[in-house]
């Protein structure tokens, strides 16, 4: 009998075969006119497609106070939900997460400013939020279970400046990981970059069977083949982009990103202003990341995936539509 993630790969493989032939599911106006009406779907499906885009460029930066010194207080409010969310077509996934979808929104800042995180657990166990950075123990999620009803307030300084993350450090942190409990902490430095198109990019694994030992499905920003499918993401030629991207997969030892006909300058972590590597090809372990800066100078439609080929066909696959 075939496994589950073959037959996920066949069902990913034909609905990336159907997105070719009738374009992009939801941007009427990349539609030709002569093609067929896109399929409906569902409230699910709508809220993972949108949640994904959305996540794409939309940064979280607070309730903003300022401060005598020059920054800023900053107060997010969090709140651990368990709900269910679609990861893939058909697909359904019963979800632990931070503000009801996965990844959670992507915390930003300065460096420098005082962070005051108001966390709530309306789940149905102990959960916690460990942020990666600097601060102190008591601050640290681990030994600070959040439980049921409960809210407790995070309060650090942010730094250093760079590309963070934060996840649930409840045990198992394997399953609390992995049923979706992660998302962005992103602390900007002093002297601003320069000025570039920003995108987040969170990879991750769902494990939709549960058995803990491997994933039927991968996607960025939660929903399967989303930026290939359904948006496939528009660019302009000689502009600048810069990719913030993150891995939070679980189950898997490495998870990487691949972007067809161009390369890019990698700055590990963000802490430093000045970039590495130039390449195409960037391999992560779960909790590393890396800002990613580059241009396209050609029109046209380019591939940008996972070199792991199986995460590509089992939904981490993506399109960068370039204009002129």
Known sequence: MPSRRLLGAGLLA?????????GPAHLTAQRPPS??????????????????????????YGKATPLRDGTSLREYW???????????PGVRFPAWTFNGAVPGPTIRCTEGDSIRIHFTNHGTMPHSMHFHGIHRAGMDGVFEQVVPGQTFIYEFRAEPFGLHLYHCHTMPVKMHISRGLFGVFLVDPKRPRPKAREMVMVMNGFDTDLNGEDNEFYTVNGYANVFFRDYPIPVKAGELQRVYLVNMTELDLVNSMHTHATFFH???TGTSLTPSLYTDTITLGQGERAILEFSYP???????????????????????????
């Not at 409906?40 to 996540?55: K, S």
């Open 14 to 22: 034909a609905a990336a075969l159907a997105a070719l032939l009738i």
């Open 35 to 60: 093609a067929p009406p896109a399929p409906e779907i569902g409230p699910l499906a709508r809220a993972a497609r949108d949640h994904a885009v959305r996540t794409l460029t939309e940064f979280d």
């Open 78 to 88: 969090i709140e651990a939900k368990h709900v269910e969310v679609e990861v893939a």
């Open 266 to 268: 990698v700055y590990p």
């Open 298 to 324: 050609y029109p046209g439609r380019y591939l940008f995936h996972a070199h792991q080929n199986e995460f590509a066909e089992l939904g981490w696959l993506g399109q960068f539509d370039v204009k002129p």
